[in-house]
């Protein structure tokens, strides 16, 4: 069983940064990439950045030059780094392991950006 737990995210102002994380279970972890995607309300989920099982990050346009991913495989956990953070920011982050169609979803975690 798969699990995964996203946390971090919370309230900032234009410019400011926050990290949001994600813990998985399970051995699944080693050999599989790790995306953080996000949906803002009223819009569709998109995604922000992905690392691959062999630290390899990829970047959308929204987070290229902002945002950092990282992982811990000490703790089978992802960062995301978020740096200089806009109000087109906000919105619900969360994780993923094993593919948007198939795989596993973290609960979320909330980012707000606004002054």
């Given at each position: 069983?798969?699990?995964?737990?996203?946390?971090?995210?919370?309230?900032?102002?234009p410019?400011?940064?926050?990290?949001?994380?994600?813990?998985?279970?399970?051995?699944?972890?080693?050999?599989?990439?790790?995306g953080?995607?996000?949906?803002?309300?009223?819009?569709?989920?998109?995604?922000?950045?992905?690392?691959?099982?062999?630290?390899?990050?990829?970047y959308?346009?929204?987070?290229?030059g902002?945002?950092?991913?990282?992982?811990?495989g000490?703790?089978?956990?992802?960062?995301?780094?978020?740096?200089?953070?806009?109000?087109?920011?906000?919105?619900?982050?969360?994780?993923?392991?094993?593919?948007?169609?198939?795989?596993?979803?973290?609960?979320?975690?909330?980012?707000?950006?606004?002054?």
């Open positions: 069983q798969v699990q995964i737990v996203d946390s971090g995210g919370g309230l900032a102002q410019g400011e940064s926050l990290r949001v994380s994600c813990a998985v279970s399970g051995s699944i972890f080693d050999y599989s990439t790790v953080w995607f996000r949906q803002a309300p009223g819009k569709q989920r998109e995604f922000v950045a992905s690392i691959t099982s062999r630290d390899l990050p990829i959308s346009e929204i987070a290229k902002r945002f950092s991913i990282s992982r811990d000490a703790k089978n956990t992802v960062h995301l780094q978020m740096d200089n953070l806009k109000p087109e920011d906000t919105g619900n982050y969360s994780c993923n392991i094993g593919g948007i169609w198939n795989g596993w979803w973290g609960q979320g975690t909330q980012v707000t950006v606004s002054s």
